[in-house]
């Protein structure tokens, strides 16, 4: 399966802890895009990433929240110090490039649970 | 500001039936737009695209009609089956020209 991988699928984790979300992009993908889902809504852009580089972090949380894409290895999406409110499925998407005739595909997405 | 809305959040239909799941947007400058379907505890799966520059695009069972003039995309499904029952999205590029903006989602119930 050459599909986007992102481990662990379900996660929890106590207030204050850190969660760390992994993703594999599909092969031959360079571009990496996280996106934050709250029940019953659609996907909300976080981040943009391509190899080592940060592209666009608008719609991330300035604070506690935190991304990369090394030149080796999946990429990262890193939450200090958990809050309630970081519950929520969060997904990968990957695409070769970023025109617009490169549709981003998904993976199936991590559950962040914090008790 | 850019938003993507959907009318309907709940959709029945019976099997072998065509289901139509429509979408608004109030980007006039948005040239790229997506459906999506998730079922669940997935992630978003990719249905079809279309360009600004088209009005319509026919995949296999789906078809996406696009009308700028009133900022409006729906998908048609023919002959919809248990299988087609998920939520789906519409999404939109954003300005940046690599985000997605998506609605908040048409769930889709198939009943035999």
């Known amino acids: 399966n050459a599909g986007v991988m992102q481990n662990p699928r379900h996660l929890v984790r106590r207030r204050g802890q850190e969660a760390r979300l992994r993703c594999s992009p599909m092969?031959?993908?360079?571009?990496v895009y996280w996106y934050r889902q709250l029940p019953e809504e659609g996907l909300k852009f976080m981040v943009y990433l391509q190899k080592e580089n940060i592209i666009d972090e608008s719609g991330m949380p300035k604070e506690r929240f935190s991304a990369e894409f090394p030149k080796e290895g999946p990429s990262i999406l890193r939450i200090q110090q958990v809050v309630r409110g970081d519950s929520a499925a969060y997904f990968c998407?990957?695409?070769?490039?970023?025109?617009?005739?490169?549709?981003?595909?998904f993976g199936d997405g991590t559950r962040l649970s914090i008790l | 500001g850019e938003s993507v809305g959907l009318h309907l959040p709940t959709l029945s239909v019976q099997e072998g039936d065509n289901s139509i799941i429509n979408c608004a947007y109030s980007?006039?400058?948005?040239?790229?737009f997506i459906w999506y379907k998730q079922e669940s505890g997935k992630g978003p799966q990719f249905i079809i695209d279309i360009r600004s520059n088209m009005d319509k695009r026919q995949g296999q069972r789906v078809t996406v009609l696009l009308n700028k003039t009133v900022k409006h995309l729906s998908l048609q499904i023919a002959a919809t089956q248990p299988g087609d029952s998920a939520v789906y999205f519409c999404?939109?590029?954003?300005?940046?020209?690599?985000?997605?903006?998506f609605g908040k989602g048409t769930s889709l119930l198939v009943t035999p």
């Open positions: 999404a939109e590029l954003a300005n940046s020209g690599y985000a997605l903006n």
């Open positions: 998407a990957s695409s070769p490039g970023s025109r617009s005739n490169q549709p981003q595909h």
């Open positions: 980007n006039s400058a948005s040239d790229y």
């Open positions: 092969k031959g993908h360079s571009h």
